[in-house]
């Protein structure tokens, strides 16, 4: 094997500086600024600083702030007209950002400690509207609401309902772009005062002009609170709906189940109007049951099927239809796949829950962007799907030779590929 060196100042990740062009151009950076404010007069880099760098550092494939002194500093100095911070001053920046958590006891006496930073959520939102991928107005939006369990050894994490020290955080997601999150600790209950976090929630979406039309929940959110609060936002609700034995009694006088078939299985599906947590309005139940393959015998029921029930105010869909529409927020499942995978939410850098808040929703304001750069890029490029996780757009998209030239007193980007990244720019 022969072989050679050469001196030549080429970057691995060439398409970078595609993907800063497309932002740049939308003006997603002042904006970032604009929406956060200014730094301290001495300060040398602003917040629209923080985002680039860590969106661009997701792009290169790194992990953690401290990537770009040790890896990737070389490849986020080809931006143009961009000087690289340090890792230590992203996460100051970061933690200038945090707003206090409250500690708040439960009527059994757990403390609960929750931190819903309002002015990052707004930011959350309101770049979504820049971009485009939310739009206010319309016939409405679906909203998906859930927690998700993130196991860590933070100083201040507590122990959740996995048996694992950790966080638990809420988040609502429209379109599969995260709109709201709200920093939770291990130990509380995914029902404690989840109707003041969707208020909240609802509250910044309505100042925004955002209307939602429907809302989706798991049986986490099923309580007379949560209910009301969801009524009371969106035009119809989804919840799936806690097993008890008054609502079982209910179901097993069901005579006349319709057979369909979902995701190749057959089940059975009916309505039935009932009132829950003991009052006296009823509500539409979409039940749906199906045989279990080792025929052994509901607790509730004494039959061997499994059953599920939907609550819903939607008078219209029919019984099949809010069983499918339900089962699309499995989508949300996939956001925080991505989240932990791609956007480092395994990663967070900081030991107390105020401060990872802030990082929570920063690298979710990476991830819409980087959705935003990829529906761009994918209507110019073949090369290029709205399908693509970000490890597959590195390969296909970022992984691009490039060098730096001076032609005619112009900087000038030179690429090593016959890929046309050139459509870009028109």
Known sequence: MKYTYSKEKIHTFGGINFADKILKDSSIYESIDGHLGPRDVRATFGYGDLFRSYLMLALCGGDCAEDIADHLGGELSQLDGFKVPSPDTLLRMQKQLATEKRAVASKGGTVNELCDNERMNGLLVGLLLRTGQLSPGGKGHVLDF????MPNNKHDSKKGYKKADGYFPGIASIDNHPVYIEGRNGNSNVKFRQAETLERA????????????????????FTEEVLGAVEANSDYFYIRAQRCAALYETVSGIGDWEEVEIGHRVYGVASIE??????????RYVVSREKRDDGQGDLFTGDSFTYRAIITNNPDMDDLEVVRFYNARGNSERLFDEMNNDFLWK????????QNTVFLIMTAICR??????????AEKLDFVKTSFRLKRFIYRFVALPVKWIRRGRQKVLK???????HLLLE
């Open 146 to 149: 859930d927690n998700q369990f």
């Open 202 to 221: 609802y509250a910044l979406l309505r100042r925004n002009g955002i209307k939602v039309a429907h809302s989706r929940m798991d049986c986490g959110s």
């Open 274 to 283: 009932y009132a829950p947590f003991g009052g006296k309005r009823a509500y």
């Open 347 to 354: 990663r967070m850098p900081f030991s107390f829950l105020q």
């Open 368 to 377: 819409n962007l980087y959705h935003h750069i990829l529906s761009l890029a």
């Open 415 to 421: 690429l090593y590929t016959d890929r046309p990244y």
